[in-house]
Nanobody, 126 residues
């Protein structure tokens, strides 16, 4: 079982940037699908960005495409989410997630992931 710990959240003005990190312990993220999700108050947990379990391909929600970039270090222990041109609607708790078994068609769904971090708050002021 892999444990995940997010960091890097905070308060930023609209148009600013933040870089979130998600550190894995217990095992590496090799051969895992990894994803970033977010949940705003009163909202559902939604997919933001991910790296597919096979091939390492990245994919994004339409709302963040072109502004956010997901990456993983060579050791496969830390996943990053670079967030640029942040907007107030990006305000949420951001979670990273990992799955050793999620199939490609399910990797944007929260229920496909068994391992979650505790979340980090991102607040964007206008």
């Amino acid at each position: 079982q892999v444990q995940l710990t997010e960091s890097g959240g905070g308060l930023v003005q609209a148009g600013g940037s933040l870089r979130l990190s998600c550190e894995a312990s217990g095992r590496t993220l090799r051969n895992h699908a990894v994803g970033w999700f977010r949940q705003a108050p009163g909202g559902e947990r939604e997919f933001v960005a991910g790296i597919r379990r096979t091939g390492g391909y990245t994919h994004y929600s339409e709302s963040v495409k072109g502004r956010f970039t997901i990456s993983i270090d060579n050791a496969k222990t830390t996943v990053f989410l670079q967030m640029n041109n942040l907007q107030p609607e990006d305000t949420a708790v951001y979670y990273c997630a990992a799955s050793a078994s999620a199939i490609t068609s399910s990797q944007t769904r929260a229920d496909a992931y068994a391992n979650w971090g505790q979340g980090t708050q991102v607040t964007v002021s206008s």
